[in-house]
């Protein structure tokens, strides 16, 4: 079992930057494919970015291909998951949230089964 925390989130103008971050606790955090979601309000969650098991894979949704950036550190003291933001946009708002997948490299919420509780991202224009 993982539990995920997310940290990071924030309010920043339009065209800056944020970096967020998910630390996981379980000794498999590894074995997992890790993806970021969002949710704005009245909207579905929708994929983001994933990330392979061993970082070596990754896809976007198009709305952030070239902006966001996905990564993850394996080692064990640390376990983290993060991505980066770049040259946020007003459609960038929502509440974001990692959450691991056993391996479907899915872009549906549905396959993926640890969720952390969601860190909001605000842009001001």
């Known amino acids: 079992q993982l539990q995920l925390v997310e940290s990071g989130g924030g309010l920043v103008q339009a065209g800056g930057s944020l970096r967020l971050s998910c630390a996981a606790s379980?000794?498999?955090?590894?074995?997992?494919?890790m993806g970021w979601f969002r949710q704005a309000p009245g909207k579905e969650r929708e994929f983001v970015a994933a990330?392979?098991?061993?970082?070596?894979?990754?896809?976007?949704a198009d709305s952030v291909k070239g902006r966001f950036t996905i990564s993850r550190n394996n080692a064990k003291n640390t376990n983290t998951v993060y991505l980066q933001m770049n040259r946020l946009n007003p459609e960038d708002p929502a509440v974001y949230y990692c959450?691991?997948?056993?391996?479907?490299?899915?872009?549906?919420?549905?396959?993926?089964?640890?969720w952390g509780q969601g860190t909001q991202v605000t842009v001001s224009s």
């Open positions: 959450a691991a997948d056993r391996g479907s490299w899915s872009s549906l919420p549905h396959e993926y089964v640890y």
């Open positions: 379980g000794r498999t955090f590894s074995t997992y494919t």
């Open positions: 990330i392979s098991w061993n970082g070596r894979s990754t896809r976007y």
